[in-house]
Protein backbone atom coordinates (compact mmCIF):
# COMPACT_ATOMS: atom_id res chain seq x y z
CA UNK A 1 0.00 0.00 0.00
CA UNK A 2 2.97 2.10 0.78
CA UNK A 3 4.44 1.82 -2.48
CA UNK A 4 1.04 2.80 -4.34
CA UNK A 5 0.93 5.55 -2.97
CA UNK A 6 4.24 6.95 -3.36
CA UNK A 7 3.77 6.16 -7.26
CA UNK A 8 0.65 8.06 -6.52
CA UNK A 9 2.30 10.74 -5.27
CA UNK A 10 5.51 10.97 -7.90
CA UNK A 11 2.41 11.16 -10.21
CA UNK A 12 0.98 14.35 -8.67
CA UNK A 13 4.22 15.72 -8.16
CA UNK A 14 4.98 15.44 -11.83
CA UNK A 15 1.50 16.81 -12.85
CA UNK A 16 2.11 19.40 -10.47
CA UNK A 17 5.45 20.19 -12.35
CA UNK A 18 4.20 19.91 -15.77
CA UNK A 19 1.97 22.53 -14.57
CA UNK A 20 4.53 24.90 -13.35
CA UNK A 21 6.42 24.95 -16.54
CA UNK A 22 3.56 26.89 -17.87
CA UNK A 23 3.63 27.30 -21.83
CA UNK A 24 5.63 26.94 -25.07
CA UNK A 25 4.55 28.23 -28.28
CA UNK A 26 5.98 28.64 -31.72
CA UNK A 27 5.49 29.98 -35.21
CA UNK A 28 6.75 29.11 -38.19
CA UNK A 29 6.66 30.27 -42.00
CA UNK A 30 7.33 27.23 -43.49
CA UNK A 31 8.01 28.35 -47.21
CA UNK A 32 5.61 26.87 -49.83
CA UNK A 33 5.46 23.56 -47.68
CA UNK A 34 3.30 20.86 -49.37
CA UNK A 35 2.35 17.05 -48.99
CA UNK A 36 4.82 14.36 -50.25
CA UNK A 37 2.00 13.25 -52.15
CA UNK A 38 1.19 17.03 -54.06
CA UNK A 39 4.67 17.24 -54.15
CA UNK A 40 4.70 14.35 -56.30
CA UNK A 41 1.72 16.33 -58.69
CA UNK A 42 4.43 19.41 -58.39
CA UNK A 43 7.37 18.08 -59.43
CA UNK A 44 5.39 16.14 -62.39
CA UNK A 45 4.17 19.48 -63.85
CA UNK A 46 7.22 21.53 -63.31
CA UNK A 47 9.08 18.65 -65.36
CA UNK A 48 6.48 19.32 -68.51
CA UNK A 49 7.68 20.97 -71.84
CA UNK A 50 5.53 24.33 -72.40
CA UNK A 51 5.66 26.37 -75.08
CA UNK A 52 4.78 30.54 -74.96
CA UNK A 53 2.08 31.27 -77.54
CA UNK A 54 2.65 34.36 -78.21
CA UNK A 55 -0.78 35.49 -79.37
CA UNK A 56 -2.77 34.41 -75.98
CA UNK A 57 0.01 35.15 -73.87
CA UNK A 58 -0.35 31.86 -72.81
CA UNK A 59 2.23 28.93 -71.40
CA UNK A 60 0.64 26.27 -73.63
CA UNK A 61 2.02 22.14 -73.15
CA UNK A 62 4.25 21.62 -75.83
CA UNK A 63 5.69 18.23 -77.31
CA UNK A 64 8.59 19.81 -78.84
CA UNK A 65 12.07 18.45 -77.45
CA UNK A 66 13.49 22.20 -77.38
CA UNK A 67 10.00 23.64 -75.80
CA UNK A 68 11.27 25.00 -72.17
CA UNK A 69 10.31 22.79 -69.08
CA UNK A 70 8.86 24.62 -66.20
CA UNK A 71 11.87 24.70 -63.98
CA UNK A 72 12.87 27.11 -66.68
CA UNK A 73 10.12 29.49 -66.89
CA UNK A 74 9.97 32.52 -65.23
CA UNK A 75 7.26 32.53 -62.85
CA UNK A 76 7.30 36.75 -61.94
CA UNK A 77 7.25 38.23 -65.59
CA UNK A 78 7.57 41.30 -66.26
CA UNK A 79 4.52 41.51 -68.77
CA UNK A 80 1.86 40.88 -66.15
CA UNK A 81 -0.50 39.59 -68.80
CA UNK A 82 1.92 36.48 -69.42
CA UNK A 83 -0.58 33.54 -68.43
CA UNK A 84 1.75 30.69 -66.42
CA UNK A 85 1.07 26.68 -66.94
CA UNK A 86 -0.93 27.72 -63.51
CA UNK A 87 -1.96 29.76 -60.92
CA UNK A 88 0.16 30.10 -57.86
CA UNK A 89 -2.85 29.76 -55.91
CA UNK A 90 -3.10 26.23 -56.46
CA UNK A 91 0.58 25.09 -56.78
CA UNK A 92 3.49 26.56 -56.10
CA UNK A 93 5.92 28.56 -58.92
CA UNK A 94 8.77 25.90 -60.12
CA UNK A 95 11.69 28.08 -59.37
CA UNK A 96 11.34 28.60 -55.78
CA UNK A 97 14.06 26.83 -54.67
CA UNK A 98 17.54 28.19 -56.15
CA UNK A 99 20.95 28.15 -55.20
CA UNK A 100 23.23 31.13 -53.97
CA UNK A 101 24.01 32.10 -58.20
CA UNK A 102 20.22 32.24 -57.97
CA UNK A 103 20.38 28.98 -60.56
CA UNK A 104 16.50 26.91 -60.25
CA UNK A 105 16.70 23.75 -58.27
CA UNK A 106 14.95 21.17 -60.50
CA UNK A 107 13.23 19.16 -57.18
CA UNK A 108 12.88 15.51 -57.00
CA UNK A 109 10.77 13.51 -55.39
CA UNK A 110 13.63 12.24 -52.68
CA UNK A 111 14.82 15.97 -52.54
CA UNK A 112 11.61 17.16 -51.35
CA UNK A 113 11.47 14.13 -48.59
CA UNK A 114 14.33 15.35 -47.51
CA UNK A 115 13.67 18.60 -47.17
CA UNK A 116 10.98 17.61 -45.08
CA UNK A 117 12.72 15.06 -42.80
CA UNK A 118 15.46 18.11 -42.13
CA UNK A 119 12.00 19.98 -41.08
CA UNK A 120 10.70 17.82 -38.90
CA UNK A 121 14.52 16.87 -37.32
CA UNK A 122 14.38 20.95 -36.33
CA UNK A 123 10.92 20.96 -35.14
CA UNK A 124 11.95 18.02 -32.74
CA UNK A 125 14.99 19.62 -31.89
CA UNK A 126 14.59 23.34 -31.12
CA UNK A 127 10.90 24.10 -31.71
CA UNK A 128 8.48 21.63 -30.45
CA UNK A 129 6.25 23.64 -28.46
CA UNK A 130 2.73 22.91 -26.96
CA UNK A 131 1.10 25.34 -29.45
CA UNK A 132 2.22 25.75 -32.95
CA UNK A 133 1.39 28.07 -35.52
CA UNK A 134 2.46 27.48 -39.14
CA UNK A 135 2.30 29.91 -42.46
CA UNK A 136 2.95 28.35 -45.94
CA UNK A 137 1.50 24.75 -45.26
CA UNK A 138 -0.78 23.61 -48.08
CA UNK A 139 -3.18 21.59 -45.13
CA UNK A 140 -2.88 19.12 -42.12
CA UNK A 141 -1.07 16.01 -44.51
CA UNK A 142 1.51 18.34 -44.65
CA UNK A 143 2.01 19.52 -41.54
CA UNK A 144 2.20 15.56 -40.09
CA UNK A 145 5.14 15.16 -42.54
CA UNK A 146 6.46 17.85 -41.35
CA UNK A 147 6.01 17.08 -37.41
CA UNK A 148 7.46 13.64 -38.54
CA UNK A 149 7.89 11.16 -35.57
CA UNK A 150 5.83 13.81 -33.33
CA UNK A 151 2.91 13.88 -35.31
CA UNK A 152 1.31 11.37 -32.76
CA UNK A 153 1.38 13.73 -30.12
CA UNK A 154 -0.47 16.20 -31.37
CA UNK A 155 -3.63 18.01 -32.62
CA UNK A 156 -4.19 19.79 -36.13
CA UNK A 157 -5.89 21.91 -37.59
CA UNK A 158 -5.79 23.53 -41.44
CA UNK A 159 -8.64 24.54 -44.11
CA UNK A 160 -9.43 23.97 -47.78
CA UNK A 161 -9.90 26.47 -50.33
CA UNK A 162 -8.50 29.47 -50.96
CA UNK A 163 -4.72 29.47 -51.97
CA UNK A 164 -2.03 26.63 -51.40
CA UNK A 165 -0.17 29.18 -48.46
CA UNK A 166 -2.65 27.82 -45.71
CA UNK A 167 -2.34 27.98 -42.07
CA UNK A 168 -2.50 25.53 -40.07
CA UNK A 169 -2.35 24.56 -35.85
CA UNK A 170 -0.57 22.03 -33.84
CA UNK A 171 -1.25 21.54 -30.48
CA UNK A 172 -0.18 18.98 -27.80
CA UNK A 173 -2.75 16.02 -26.48
CA UNK A 174 -1.54 16.15 -23.39
CA UNK A 175 -3.31 19.97 -23.48
CA UNK A 176 -6.69 18.65 -23.08
CA UNK A 177 -9.61 17.01 -25.69
CA UNK A 178 -10.77 20.05 -26.42
CA UNK A 179 -9.73 22.51 -29.12
CA UNK A 180 -11.95 24.20 -32.00
CA UNK A 181 -10.33 26.04 -34.79
CA UNK A 182 -12.19 28.57 -37.01
CA UNK A 183 -11.17 30.15 -40.12
CA UNK A 184 -11.61 34.05 -40.00
CA UNK A 185 -12.34 35.22 -44.08
CA UNK A 186 -12.62 38.72 -43.98
CA UNK A 187 -9.02 38.46 -43.37
CA UNK A 188 -8.80 37.44 -47.07
CA UNK A 189 -11.18 40.48 -48.47
CA UNK A 190 -13.32 38.40 -50.85
CA UNK A 191 -15.23 41.54 -51.27
CA UNK A 192 -12.57 42.28 -53.74
CA UNK A 193 -13.89 39.86 -55.95
CA UNK A 194 -12.47 36.59 -57.80
CA UNK A 195 -8.80 37.81 -58.27
CA UNK A 196 -6.03 36.69 -55.67
CA UNK A 197 -7.04 37.62 -52.27
CA UNK A 198 -4.68 37.83 -49.62
CA UNK A 199 -4.82 34.61 -46.95
CA UNK A 200 -7.78 34.50 -44.21
CA UNK A 201 -6.90 34.11 -40.51
CA UNK A 202 -7.38 31.16 -38.63
CA UNK A 203 -7.87 30.94 -34.52
CA UNK A 204 -7.66 28.09 -32.38
CA UNK A 205 -9.57 28.04 -28.76
CA UNK A 206 -8.58 25.75 -26.02
CA UNK A 207 -9.49 25.57 -22.31
CA UNK A 208 -6.24 25.57 -20.35
CA UNK A 209 -7.37 24.67 -16.79
CA UNK A 210 -10.11 26.98 -16.31
CA UNK A 211 -8.92 29.51 -18.57
CA UNK A 212 -9.98 30.15 -21.66
CA UNK A 213 -7.48 30.74 -24.59
CA UNK A 214 -7.15 31.75 -28.26
CA UNK A 215 -4.66 31.79 -30.74
CA UNK A 216 -4.46 33.68 -34.11
CA UNK A 217 -2.67 32.67 -36.44
CA UNK A 218 -2.11 35.29 -39.36
CA UNK A 219 -0.32 36.17 -42.79
CA UNK A 220 -0.71 39.33 -44.05
CA UNK A 221 -0.29 40.70 -47.24
CA UNK A 222 3.50 40.90 -47.95
CA UNK A 223 5.51 43.83 -49.72
CA UNK A 224 4.70 46.68 -47.32
CA UNK A 225 7.26 45.82 -44.32
CA UNK A 226 8.59 49.03 -42.66
CA UNK A 227 7.36 52.58 -42.05
CA UNK A 228 11.44 53.39 -41.56
CA UNK A 229 12.01 52.35 -46.18
CA UNK A 230 12.00 55.12 -47.96
CA UNK A 231 12.18 55.68 -51.51
CA UNK A 232 9.94 56.54 -54.64
CA UNK A 233 7.66 53.83 -54.21
CA UNK A 234 6.67 54.41 -50.79
CA UNK A 235 7.88 50.61 -50.14
CA UNK A 236 6.31 50.23 -46.40
CA UNK A 237 4.04 53.64 -46.05
CA UNK A 238 1.13 52.02 -44.77
CA UNK A 239 -0.60 54.79 -45.96
CA UNK A 240 0.50 55.54 -49.41
CA UNK A 241 -0.81 53.78 -52.83
CA UNK A 242 1.86 51.27 -53.13
CA UNK A 243 0.01 48.38 -54.31
CA UNK A 244 0.76 46.01 -51.39
CA UNK A 245 0.37 48.74 -48.82
CA UNK A 246 -3.23 48.95 -50.22
CA UNK A 247 -4.10 45.39 -49.91
CA UNK A 248 -2.27 45.61 -46.60
CA UNK A 249 -4.50 49.08 -45.35
CA UNK A 250 -7.62 46.92 -46.65
CA UNK A 251 -6.88 44.35 -43.89
CA UNK A 252 -7.06 46.35 -40.79
CA UNK A 253 -10.09 46.68 -40.24
CA UNK A 254 -11.42 42.89 -40.38
CA UNK A 255 -8.14 42.41 -38.43
CA UNK A 256 -9.16 44.42 -35.76
CA UNK A 257 -13.03 43.50 -35.49
CA UNK A 258 -11.50 39.79 -35.44
CA UNK A 259 -9.15 40.45 -32.08
CA UNK A 260 -12.24 42.65 -30.48
CA UNK A 261 -14.32 39.72 -31.27
CA UNK A 262 -12.02 37.16 -29.73
CA UNK A 263 -11.48 39.42 -26.69
CA UNK A 264 -15.23 39.28 -25.72
CA UNK A 265 -15.18 35.30 -26.29
CA UNK A 266 -11.89 34.21 -24.57
CA UNK A 267 -9.89 35.08 -21.24
CA UNK A 268 -6.65 35.27 -22.91
CA UNK A 269 -4.93 36.26 -26.23
CA UNK A 270 -1.76 34.94 -28.18
CA UNK A 271 -1.22 36.49 -31.68
CA UNK A 272 1.31 35.19 -33.74
CA UNK A 273 2.33 34.75 -37.10
CA UNK A 274 3.33 36.09 -40.10
CA UNK A 275 2.42 40.24 -40.27
CA UNK A 276 4.82 40.92 -42.97
CA UNK A 277 5.18 43.85 -41.00
CA UNK A 278 7.61 45.26 -38.86
CA UNK A 279 5.80 45.98 -35.22
CA UNK A 280 8.80 47.52 -33.43
CA UNK A 281 9.62 49.75 -36.60
CA UNK A 282 6.41 51.12 -36.41
CA UNK A 283 6.62 51.61 -32.69
CA UNK A 284 10.35 53.74 -33.59
CA UNK A 285 8.75 55.68 -36.28
CA UNK A 286 6.05 56.65 -33.92
CA UNK A 287 8.23 57.62 -31.58
CA UNK A 288 10.36 60.17 -33.76
CA UNK A 289 7.94 61.21 -35.76
CA UNK A 290 5.73 62.18 -33.09
CA UNK A 291 2.84 61.03 -35.41
CA UNK A 292 -0.76 58.65 -33.97
CA UNK A 293 -2.06 55.38 -35.86
CA UNK A 294 -4.48 57.49 -38.46
CA UNK A 295 -3.30 60.15 -41.04
CA UNK A 296 -6.11 62.71 -40.17
CA UNK A 297 -5.41 62.37 -36.45
CA UNK A 298 -8.52 60.76 -35.16
CA UNK A 299 -8.66 58.72 -32.40
CA UNK A 300 -8.08 54.95 -33.35
CA UNK A 301 -10.46 53.73 -30.47
CA UNK A 302 -12.96 54.98 -32.89
CA UNK A 303 -14.67 53.47 -35.46
CA UNK A 304 -12.56 53.88 -38.53
CA UNK A 305 -14.27 55.50 -41.93
CA UNK A 306 -13.76 54.74 -45.41
CA UNK A 307 -12.13 57.54 -46.22
CA UNK A 308 -9.52 57.46 -43.29
CA UNK A 309 -6.25 55.66 -43.73
CA UNK A 310 -3.85 54.11 -41.06
CA UNK A 311 -0.44 54.43 -40.47
CA UNK A 312 0.36 52.12 -37.59
CA UNK A 313 -0.81 48.61 -37.65
CA UNK A 314 -0.53 47.69 -34.53
CA UNK A 315 -1.44 50.93 -32.87
CA UNK A 316 -4.86 50.99 -34.38
CA UNK A 317 -5.61 47.23 -33.56
CA UNK A 318 -3.44 47.86 -29.74
CA UNK A 319 -6.01 50.13 -28.62
CA UNK A 320 -7.01 48.66 -25.47
CA UNK A 321 -10.61 48.76 -26.62
CA UNK A 322 -12.31 46.90 -25.28
CA UNK A 323 -9.16 46.44 -22.60
CA UNK A 324 -9.55 42.65 -23.14
CA UNK A 325 -7.94 42.94 -26.42
CA UNK A 326 -4.79 44.59 -24.85
CA UNK A 327 -1.78 42.76 -25.91
CA UNK A 328 2.14 43.43 -25.20
CA UNK A 329 4.57 42.69 -28.72
CA UNK A 330 7.11 40.24 -27.63
CA UNK A 331 11.02 41.65 -28.71
CA UNK A 332 12.74 38.76 -30.49
CA UNK A 333 15.91 37.95 -29.63
CA UNK A 334 18.74 35.88 -31.58
CA UNK A 335 21.16 33.85 -29.33
CA UNK A 336 22.93 31.91 -31.57
CA UNK A 337 26.27 34.54 -30.84
CA UNK A 338 26.80 38.01 -29.57
CA UNK A 339 27.53 39.36 -33.04
CA UNK A 340 23.66 37.81 -34.10
CA UNK A 341 22.44 39.05 -30.49
CA UNK A 342 23.73 42.30 -31.45
CA UNK A 343 22.34 42.84 -34.94
CA UNK A 344 18.53 41.80 -33.86
CA UNK A 345 18.92 44.77 -31.21
CA UNK A 346 19.92 46.96 -33.90
CA UNK A 347 17.09 45.44 -35.77
CA UNK A 348 14.35 46.31 -33.75
CA UNK A 349 15.02 50.60 -34.10
CA UNK A 350 16.37 50.69 -37.50
CA UNK A 351 16.56 49.01 -40.94
CA UNK A 352 19.61 46.64 -40.83
CA UNK A 353 22.69 47.85 -43.61
CA UNK A 354 23.09 44.96 -46.61
CA UNK A 355 25.91 43.94 -44.86
CA UNK A 356 24.34 43.32 -41.50
CA UNK A 357 21.35 41.49 -43.19
CA UNK A 358 23.98 39.44 -44.90
CA UNK A 359 25.63 38.21 -41.44
CA UNK A 360 22.79 37.49 -39.78
CA UNK A 361 20.87 35.85 -42.50
CA UNK A 362 23.98 33.64 -42.83
CA UNK A 363 24.43 33.09 -39.00
CA UNK A 364 20.68 32.11 -38.08
CA UNK A 365 20.25 29.89 -41.72
CA UNK A 366 17.21 32.17 -43.12
CA UNK A 367 16.88 34.90 -45.27
CA UNK A 368 13.94 36.46 -43.29
CA UNK A 369 15.40 36.20 -39.70
CA UNK A 370 14.10 39.06 -38.47
CA UNK A 371 11.33 42.05 -38.62
CA UNK A 372 8.22 39.60 -40.19
CA UNK A 373 7.26 36.82 -37.84
CA UNK A 374 6.15 38.36 -34.63
CA UNK A 375 4.04 37.11 -31.57
CA UNK A 376 2.02 39.38 -28.75
CA UNK A 377 0.19 38.30 -25.91
CA UNK A 378 -2.79 39.26 -23.85
CA UNK A 379 -1.23 42.42 -21.54
CA UNK A 380 -3.69 40.58 -18.91
CA UNK A 381 -1.72 37.31 -18.84
CA UNK A 382 -0.49 36.31 -14.97
CA UNK A 383 3.41 36.86 -14.09
CA UNK A 384 3.98 38.25 -17.98
CA UNK A 385 8.13 38.90 -18.39
CA UNK A 386 8.59 42.21 -18.46
CA UNK A 387 10.13 42.48 -20.77
CA UNK A 388 8.20 39.89 -23.13
CA UNK A 389 10.89 38.42 -25.29
CA UNK A 390 10.61 35.41 -27.64
CA UNK A 391 13.69 33.65 -29.18
CA UNK A 392 14.70 33.20 -32.95
CA UNK A 393 15.91 29.94 -33.68
CA UNK A 394 18.49 29.15 -35.77
CA UNK A 395 18.70 26.32 -38.56
CA UNK A 396 21.76 27.30 -40.11
CA UNK A 397 22.89 25.06 -42.50
CA UNK A 398 19.50 24.25 -44.04
CA UNK A 399 17.80 27.64 -44.61
CA UNK A 400 19.75 27.25 -48.04
CA UNK A 401 19.42 25.62 -51.54
CA UNK A 402 22.53 24.02 -53.14
CA UNK A 403 22.56 22.85 -56.45
CA UNK A 404 23.73 18.93 -56.95
CA UNK A 405 27.49 18.42 -57.40
CA UNK A 406 29.32 14.86 -58.44
CA UNK A 407 29.54 14.42 -55.03
CA UNK A 408 26.13 15.32 -53.45
CA UNK A 409 22.71 15.61 -54.02
CA UNK A 410 20.75 18.89 -54.45
CA UNK A 411 19.54 20.45 -50.81
CA UNK A 412 16.11 22.57 -50.49
CA UNK A 413 16.41 24.92 -48.28
CA UNK A 414 13.85 23.82 -45.13
CA UNK A 415 12.64 27.97 -45.36
CA UNK A 416 13.54 31.10 -45.94
CA UNK A 417 12.07 31.97 -42.33
CA UNK A 418 13.11 31.33 -39.02
CA UNK A 419 11.11 30.11 -36.49
CA UNK A 420 9.99 31.84 -33.70
CA UNK A 421 9.71 30.44 -29.84
CA UNK A 422 8.47 31.79 -26.60
CA UNK A 423 7.85 30.51 -23.26
CA UNK A 424 4.83 31.56 -21.16
CA UNK A 425 3.49 31.09 -17.61
CA UNK A 426 -0.09 29.31 -16.75
CA UNK A 427 -2.59 31.80 -18.10
Not at 153 to 165: D, F, K, L, T
Not at 214 to 227: D, E, I, Q, T
Not at 262 to 278: H, S
Request: charged letters at 25%; glycine letters at 6%; proline letters at 6%.
Amino acid sequence: MKYRFRIIASMLACLASNAEAGISLATWNLGWHISQKEAGEWIAGCGKRYDLDLASKTWLPSSKTDAQTGWQIDWRPRDEAIKLPWTIDKMPPCNIYQDGMRNVIPVTAESFAARSTQISQLIAKDVAADVMAFQEVSGEAAVREALGGLSLQYNVCSYEGYAIQRLAFAWKKSLGSGGTCDVNEPLSLPQNGAARRPRPGLRLMLNLGKTAVAFLNVHLKAACVSPLEAGPENRGQLESEQKDCVILQQQIQPLEAWLEDTARKTDRIIFMGDFNRDLWHEIEAAKTSGKGARVDGSDPKTALRAESKVRLLLAEINDNDPPASALVLSSNACTKSDASKAICNTAKTARLSRDDRDKLALEMGCRNPVGLDQMLVSRAWPKLPDPLQSLKVAIAPFGVSQSATPGSAAQLAASDHCPLRMELPNP
